[in-house]
Every structure is written in structure tokens, then in C-alpha cells.
């Protein structure tokens, strides 16, 4: 009786496998199939994060950090102040810089009064040489004169018209206009001489003037870098942001680019997704094409992208140390290419999105 009951559960059983066993098997293969045309547009890697822009804080003077205005994760806008340090050394450098440039600038305006002066004193003797050539011009007139009259009473004392005396006195003023016009000419020599001497006194003068702009231009430079110094001791924040990696505190000495801190900013046009995608699944990933993106930490909530560049090389080409293929034994290893993802506007108002976070972005490939 028992062998007669099994024979029917058994084929119920081999009717039950041989029905629900073959609609396994197509359920299987009709899903492994809309699994690999999803596959297809559909390109994802969990080998992805946020990336974006770290605005490191360092100073550019050393000091002692006398004032600090942030705290850590603070939120801070553009020109905001995040530090001070003590500028009593730089202030004293700056006033020192002033005097020295106030001072050469003196020396500057001493030089031009100097050669105003001497081309004044030229002035004065140009005119000189005028007068001087005039009264040679008269001397010389005078001397004709006094010639004529002395030929002309030699020749009527030698007829006995007119007595001696009058020949003398002839003589006399001859020799008279003839010693003046001498000295006139020595006089137009001399003041020639002297204006020579003044040209080249002025020519002298002048020429401390370039070297003295010179120094006056390095003062100036001097000047204004003491300026920057005293500018440089207070530090602002460059952008919108949160401030992170503070390493900084009141009263302590700080060196020309030590880190200080860095300001972070979320905004969408400074955060974007980095994906290291498999060289394999970038056939048809082309610039524009939508992303869906998850994020490890907002497991229920979905962010709009789109694929911005795909990166000219590998991640192995540009690390410290690039592999180097021609030597020893070749094992070929699928490569990833860095692929940068920009989140659409309006994707992450709330600014959720973290640097660092890891991200799971899906790129639909048929999309444009």
C-alpha cells in the first residue's frame, strides 16, 4: 500500500519540476537580459568621490599670530577676516622706509634748486658777455678814432701847424684806446670763460639728478614693501566657505608658508565628482550625458549630474611613481581613467555634498 501511495507523489513531483523549472529559467534569462541592456547604458563604479576646491591659508610674512576671528567648520564669506598677526615690527619698518624716502626726496629737490642756481648765474653771465662785447665794439670804435687823430696831428706837428702839446695829447688818447680795447677783449675772454665754467657746472649738477631718482625709486620700492608687509599681517578668507584643518593658535609664531588652515568651499561651481571608471566601460561616455549619483551618506536621496571631461590619462600615468611596463615580467591590469562629473544647478542647494565623500555615479549613456 505504501509503494502504491508514493508512486503518485512522485509524479506530482516530476510534473511540478518539469513545469516550474523551465519558468525559472526564462524568468532568469529574461531578467539576466534587461540586467545587460541596462548594464549597457547604464555605466557605474563605486570608485568615486567628491572633489573640489581647497583654498590653502598661509602667510606671507612670519610673526606672532596676535588675533584669530574663526573657529573650526566655521562658515566664512569672501573678505572675511580669519587672522592677525602682531604688526608692530612691520609698522616701525614701513615709517623707518618713509623717512629714508622723504629724505632722498629732499636731497631731489636740493639738486634742482642747485642748478636753477647756476642757470641763473649763466643767465646773468650771458648777459654780462653782452655787455662786455658791446663795450669792446666801443673801445675798438674809440681807438679807430683816437688813430686818426693822432696821424692827423703828427702830420700838422711835423708842418709846425700845431704845437706840440697837441700832438702829445693825440698820442696819449691813441695809446689810452688802445690799452682799453685790450682790456675790453681780456674782459670777453674772461666772462667767455666763465660761461664755459658755468655750462659745465651745470652739466655737473644735473647729473646727480638720475642716480638721485634712482635711489629715490628704491626708496619707493622699499616704501611699498614694507607697505605689503604691514598688509600681509592680516589674513582674509579668498572665497565663501568653511574653514577646516586649523592649525593655528593665538600666540604662536608662525613662518612664510606655514599651513594655517583652509577654507573649503561647497558652492556647486567649486565641488565636483571624480570617477575612476574602468578603461573597459568608457566606449561610449562622452561629455554632456546625465549622471544619476548616490551618495554613502544619503543613501535615499539622488543628485543630478552630468559628465563633464574625461581626464587624458590614466590615474597609474600621473602618480608619483608611473608603472613601467618595459621592464620585468607584464601583467595586464585594467586601468581607470578619472572621469570629472559637475552636479546640475539646484542639485545640492543645501550644500550636503562633502570633499572626500564617497559617491556611486551611474552614467546614462544614451542620454544627451
Do not use: C
Not at 53 to 76: E, F, M
Not at 141 to 152: E, I, L, P, S, W
Not at 178 to 206: D, P, R
Request: charged share 30%; glycine share 6%; proline share 5%.
Amino acid at each position: 500500500m505504501e509503494e502504491k501511495e508514493e508512486k503518485p507523489k512522485q509524479r506530482k513531483r516530476k510534473i511540478f519540476a518539469f513545469i516550474v523549472f523551465p519558468f525559472l529559467m526564462m524568468v532568469g534569462a529574461v531578467t539576466l537580459y534587461f540586467y545587460l541592456e541596462y548594464k549597457k547604458t547604464h555605466i557605474s563604479t563605486d570608485d568615486a568621490f567628491i572633489d573640489g576646491r581647497i583654498h590653502a591659508i598661509a602667510s606671507k610674512v612670519p610673526g606672532t599670530v596676535k588675533a584669530l576671528y574663526v573657529k573650526d567648520n566655521q562658515p566664512v564669506k569672501k573678505n572675511d577676516p580669519l587672522l592677525e598677526i602682531d604688526p608692530v615690527d612691520y609698522d616701525v619698518s614701513m615709517r623707518e622706509a618713509q623717512a629714508g624716502l622723504e629724505i632722498e626726496r629732499h636731497k631731489l629737490y636740493q639738486i634742482h634748486d642747485s642748478v636753477d642756481t647756476v642757470k641763473k648765474k649763466l643767465s646773468e653771465l650771458m648777459a654780462s658777455l653782452e655787455a662786455t662785447r658791446a663795450n669792446l665794439d666801443l673801445q675798438e670804435a674809440t681807438y679807430r678814432q683816437t688813430g686818426v687823430d693822432f696821424r692827423r696831428a703828427e702830420v700838422l706837428w711835423k708842418r709846425e701847424v700845431v704845437p706840440k702839446d697837441n700832438y702829445d695829447k693825440a698820442k696819449t688818447n691813441y695809446d689810452v684806446a688802445g690799452a682799453q680795447v685790450k682790456a675790453a677783449k681780456e674782459q670777453v675772454k674772461q666772462t667767455e670763460a666763465s660761461i664755459e665754467t658755468q655750462k659745465a657746472l651745470i652739466k655737473q649738477t644735473e647729473s646727480g639728478i638720475p642716480p638721485q631718482q634712482a635711489t629715490i625709486q628704491q626708496k619707493e620700492a622699499s616704501y611699498r614693501a614694507s607697505q605689503l608687509n604691514l598688509g600681509y599681517t592680516k589674513l582674509y578668507a579668498p572665497a565663501d566657505g568653511y574653514v577646516t584643518k586649523r592649525t593655528v593658535e593665538v600666540g604662536n609664531q608662525i613662518q612664510v608658508g606655514q599651513p594655517l588652515m583652509a577654507v573649503v568651499p561647497l558652492k556647486q561651481v567649486d565641488v565636483w565628482i571624480t570617477a575612476n571608471y574602468k578603461e573597459t566601460q568608457l566606449e561610449r561616455v562622452k561629455p554632456g550625458q546625465k549622471v544619476k549619483i548616490k551618495a554613502d551618506t544619503y543613501p535615499n536621496k539622488e543628485f543630478d549630474g552630468k559628465v563633464d571631461s574625461i581626464m587624458a590619462g590614466t590615474g597609474a600615468v600621473f602618480s608619483l611613481l608611473p608603472p613601467e611596463n618595459a621592464t620585468g615580467n607584464y601583467v595586464k591590469v585594467v586601468q581607470r581613467i578619472p572621469v570629472k562629473i559637475i552636479l546640475d544647478e539646484g542639485s545640492d542647494p543645501g550644500h550636503l555634498l562633502r570633499i572626500g565623500m564617497s559617491v556611486v555615479p551611474t552614467i546614462l549613456v544614451d542620454s544627451k
